[in-house]
Nanobody, 123 residues
Framework: VQLQASGGGLVQPGGSLRLTCAAS????????IGWFRQAPGKKREGVSC???????IYAESVKGRFTASRDNVKNTGFLQMNSLKPEDTATYYC??????????????????WGKGTLVTVSS
């Protein structure tokens, strides 16, 4: 499956953005969709997963602000990001795998990755 994240941009603190993960080459309904981000000079970290049945998992840093969802008919995943903070600035990636594994708060890597989209939160 090929993935492409889009929807990034420049937003002021407190603002919102909605990221989209478009899939091709295969249907997404057989996969869990993951969202990861990498800030400049930092390691990539997991943000959220949405499983095949729509269940969600979130990193503590984004709980209550980010909402992951999916539309299997449109073969697309979404990450709604509200109340954005400067520390949310990063390149965001979507990924896919059979499942989402989180160990001690660390999201494990997934099998399929798309190109990222840059989110900048700044006034």
């Amino acid at each position: 499956v090929q993935l492409q994240a889009s929807g990034g941009g420049l937003v002021q603190p407190g603002g919102s953005l909605r990221l989209t993960c478009a899939a091709s080459g295969s249907t997404l309904d057989g996969y869990t969709i993951g969202w990861f981000r990498q800030a400049p000079g930092k390691k990539r970290e997991g943000v959220s997963c949405v499983t095949r049945d729509g269940s969600t998992i979130y990193a503590e840093s984004v709980k209550g602000r980010f909402t992951a969802s999916r539309d299997n008919v449109k073969n697309t995943g979404f990450l709604q990001m509200n109340s954005l903070k400067p520390e949310d600035t990063a390149t965001y990636y979507c990924a896919a795998d059979e499942s989402c594994t989180v160990i001690a708060g660390v999201f494990q890597d997934m099998d399929y990755w798309g190109k990222g989209t840059l989110v900048t939160v700044s006034s």
